[in-house]
């Protein structure tokens, strides 16, 4: 697993569970907070997130992280989902906070936690 392979080289890993949002009139099919939540919840994280997940849900993600916390954002890291969104014209947007080394579009990035 990544984390193990993190955890033997040094880094400190804390496991985030969330819950997708559950089709209309579904019940959540867990207690787990929604990805709006732990985007919020983020915001005093002094590390990296890294967000294993669905695009739909990284964007949920930055909207919590847009709404609360304080005035400096946590890294985010994504895999493969994350930067098919990145890649996709009609959902990306460039805010002048965006910092990309290999691209010049950004999937949304936040732009400060409050």
């Given amino acids: 697993m990544a984390s193990n392979a993190l955890d ?5 890993v804390e496991k985030t569970s969330f819950t997708p949002p ?5 019940d ?12 919020q919840r983020s915001c005093s994280y002094p590390g990296v997130v890294f967000f294993a997940g669905r695009s739909e849900d990284f964007e949920s993600l930055l909207g919590g992280i847009n709404e609360s916390g304080n005035s400096d954002p946590p890294t985010l890291l994504g895999g493969d989902d994350v930067a098919r969104l990145a890649a996709d014209a ?4 460039t805010p002048s906070s965006c910092t990309s080394t ?3 579009n950004c999937a949304r990035t936040p732009r400060r936690c409050r």
């Fill in 22 to 26: 559950p089709p209309p009139g579904a």
């Fill in 90 to 93: 009609d959902r990306v947007s």
């Fill in 8 to 12: 033997s080289s040094g880094f400190t």
């Fill in 28 to 39: 959540p099919s867990s207690d787990a907070p929604g990805p709006g939540t732990v985007g």
């Fill in 102 to 104: 290999r691209s010049s």
